[in-house]
């Protein structure tokens, strides 16, 4: 099986949740309430598309083509939530 490493792009929607793209696979959209939620939609629409471009035998994005028969190294963000500090007590 081989690995692809596909940027993805997500906004906020004003009504909550997000709206996920990927410069790397133009036919990529999807939707998600949580940024979890998200990534594993945009990963099930990856492999979907992939395997409707071979199906139909339609030209693949690249990232597809360049797919690597195992991941070693990658980049990618994460959400940090930052809390506020707790407030000092004194005696």
């Known amino acids: 099986m081989k690995h692809a490493v596909i940027r993805i792009h997500l906004e906020a929607q004003s009504e909550g949740g997000y709206t996920v793209t990927s410069p ?7 939707e998600g309430e949580t940024l979890e939620q998200c990534m594993a939609r945009a990963r ?3 492999e979907l598309l992939y395997d409707s471009y071979k199906k139909h035998g339609d030209s693949m994005p690249d ?3 360049h797919a690597l028969p195992q991941l070693k190294t990658f980049d990618t963000h994460i959400e940090v939530h ?10």
């Open 24 to 30: 790397d696979v133009p036919d990529l959209i999807t």
């Open 44 to 46: 099930e629409v990856a």
């Open 63 to 65: 990232v597809f083509l």
């Open 82 to 91: 930052l809390r506020p500090p707790l407030p000092n007590r004194q005696a």
